[in-house]
């Protein structure tokens, strides 16, 4: 199998990566593994809709999103900001 070795990585990103993986009760190591391989499987094609997204893994809106889909905007009314 091969190895990576990933040079001049920041100390903030190193000491964020510790407490995820940390949470999730792997190594810093397997943690990279692991978003490295969901990062690469991604097929970039096929981006999720906005509220699809926002979505919590449990079908929940996340508590940090507020999400209003009661009003429709119709393209031919699109606000220019002008």
Do not use: Y
Request: no cysteine.
């Amino acid at each position: 199998m091969a190895q990576l070795l990933v040079r001049n990585v920041g100390d903030t990103l190193v000491r964020k990566l510790k407490r995820r993986a940390k949470a999730r009760g792997v190594s810093a190591e397997e943690e990279h593994r692991r978003i490295l391989a969901e990062s690469l499987a991604r097929d970039d094609r096929k981006r999720p809709a906005l509220v699809s997204f926002l979505l919590s893994p449990q079908g929940t809106v996340a508590p940090e999103v507020e999400l209003d889909l009661s009003r429709r905007r119709h393209p031919e009314t699109r606000d220019t900001g002008f």
